[in-house]
């Protein structure tokens, strides 16, 4: 993985507050991301960014939503 500001390979992995508007409606939440070592700019990790894209809508369908097993019935 490499940072798209300074070009830097060395990561790591943090929890991190997230803050995501859904349907105009603020969804916080903490989640694993990868940073640059060099200028902490968050890193594309397609397992930890996919991890965080889940828990986003399902902290907004729990908040605001119907839970998956609604929908089925």
């Known amino acids: 993985m490499i940072c798209d500001i300074c070009g830097s390979t060395k990561t790591y992995v943090k929890n991190h ?3 995501y508007t859904i ?3 603020e969804i916080t ?3 694993e991301r990868r940073f640059c ?6 890193v594309y990790d397609n397992k930890l960014d ?6 986003a809508i399902q902290t ?3 908040k ?8 089925v019935e």
Request: hydrophobic fraction near 20%.
């Open 17 to 19: 507050h997230h803050v």
């Open 23 to 25: 349907k105009g409606k």
């Open 29 to 31: 939440f903490n989640s």
């Open 37 to 42: 070592s060099k200028c902490n700019n968050l």
């Open 50 to 55: 996919n991890i965080a894209s889940k828990k």
């Open 60 to 62: 907004y369908n729990d």
């Open 64 to 71: 605001y939503g119907l839970d998956k097993e609604k929908i």
